[in-house]
């Protein structure tokens, strides 16, 4: 049976069965480093995956997106898009070793590429998955073998280096690193999973430490080390703080020093821990696959400055789960692609985790889906490369339309993105921009 019990820095709480009323906001509490660019690192701005773009076609069938340019020279890789200033950053393995990349917005021509790696890291589904955080004039990745580093967004110099071994670092399984650093103030923010620090704050400038946070063993579900997500920042409880799955399940660290708030095991797995959780006023969504689950969390203060969250409800994995792609939360519902290596496409009332629609509807792709909103719309990324249209509304699936892309290689896991009323597709070595404008 599995476990319920929430670790709040030593303490248990009382779970809550009964969903109370809550006031949910589309956007996620707190800035991450955002400069006003259109979609400076994973999930964009806010690191939700929603997308202020508007004026675009929304009928797939009588209008269908154009392939305006493919290019290539991209590495091999699953790791997403971070567009700025007329650039496209990503990673990719490529010249003996795992390189950023930066490229054009206006025809995907490769810029420059630096290799950070002595070879090509070596892991489960070889390739890149970290997207770079853009801020300003630098960029921050973390490669799959750890590596963490800061480079000039003009010309790729290295403005410093650091690697997850610093902190004996651990990943809770053998894919490679998949985290996308969380650039917030003076901070960089990322997961090494190291016994004594689990998640550190390093100085943006100069690489070096500001704070460890250790976490204790919050559970028998999962395992120890880092997971596949990337950290997220909420204000809940009015602390703010940063909120992270990692291999034993979600936490919550405090922003200005590190301690360790809040912990919850149920919603870990021992296999990944993937989707990057979210945070909307006093509350934190968690999910991940593999026969798992999710759950909604209510954060409230505690004794000494602490914060206690405290479980409002439980979903089974047979209600929802969601193994990698992502949850979308818009309005007060929530949107994504259900089952374990499945995108069926569903509808969640976050409020009380009941579903309103989905969950059995196959939808038009095969295996997990990547999921974006843009302009009251869904883009569904399956993993055989088909792109679905669905309508972003509560009160029934539509699907607008459906796109076959002009390339598709492996498993197409990279995250979609839209800047500027295109749509742009990573795919392994290939990078694709259609024209989404509504004519």
Not at 35 to 40: E, F, I, L, R, V
Not at 202 to 219: Q, Y
Not at 268 to 279: E, F, H, K, L, M
Request: hydrophobic share 35%.
């Amino acid at each position: 049976m599995r476990s319920r019990t929430l670790y709040l820095a030593g303490l248990s709480a009382a779970m809550l069965f009964a969903a109370p009323s809550l006031t949910l906001s589309i956007a996620q509490a707190g800035s991450s480093g955002a400069d006003g660019t259109a979609w400076n690192q994973w999930r964009g701005p806010d690191r939700d995956g929603l997308s202020k773009e508007t004026g675009l076609s929304k009928d797939w069938e009588t209008q269908r997106p154009k392939l305006l340019w493919m290019s290539d020279r991209m590495g091999t890789g699953y790791a997403g898009l971070a567009i700025a200033d007329g650039r496209i950053f990503t990673t990719g393995n490529s010249d003996g070793g795992q390189a950023v990349v930066a490229a054009n917005q206006e025809d995907g021509k490769v810029i420059w590429r630096r290799v950070l790696t002595d070879q090509v890291p070596k892991h489960g589904y070889q390739g890149s998955r970290c997207t770079p955080t853009v801020d300003g004039d630098r960029l921050f990745v973390m490669l799959s073998d750890g590596t963490i580093a800061c480079l000039q967004t003009d010309d790729g110099k290295v403005v410093w280096k650091r690697h997850a071994k610093d902190w004996n670092g651990k990943m809770m399984s053998s894919w490679g690193y998949s985290e996308s650093p969380l650039v917030d103030g003076n901070k960089v923010i990322v997961t090494p999973g190291g016994p004594d620090a689990m998640m550190v704050a390093l100085n943006k400038r100069t690489g070096k430490e500001i704070w460890k946070s250790a976490v204790p063993n919050l559970g028998d579900n999962g395992k120890d080390g880092a997971g596949y997500s990337s950290a997220i920042i909420s204000n809940g409880a009015g602390v703010k703080q940063y909120v992270q799955l990692t291999g034993r399940g979600l936490i919550g660290v405090r922003a200005k020093d590190g301690k360790f708030l809040w912990g919850y095991n149920p919603v870990a797995n021992p296999t990944a821990n993937i989707p990057t959780p979210i945070a909307s006023g006093d509350y934190v969504f968690g999910t991940s696959g593999y026969g798992t689950g999710a759950a909604l969390l209510k954060l409230s203060r505690a004794p000494r400055g602490g914060v206690k969250a405290e479980e409002v409800y439980f979903l089974p994995a047979k209600t929802f789960q969601n193994h990698h792609g992502g949850v979308l939360l818009v309005g007060d519902h929530l949107y994504a692609g259900h089952k374990h290596n499945n995108g069926f496409p569903i509808c969640l009332d976050m409020k009380s985790g009941d579903v309103v629609w989905g969950g059995d509807i196959r939808g038009p792709g095969k295996g997990s889906a990547a999921v974006l909103y843009a302009d009251g719309h869904l883009i569904f990324r399956y993993q055989d490369g088909t792109l679905a249209l669905i309508e972003a509304t509560p009160e029934e699936y539509r699907l607008k339309g459906t796109l076959k892309p002009a390339f598709q290689e492996r498993e197409s896991w990279s995250h979609p993105v839209i800047v500027d009323g295109k749509l742009y597709l990573r795919e392994q070595d290939k990078l694709m921009c259609y024209d989404l404008k509504e004519s």
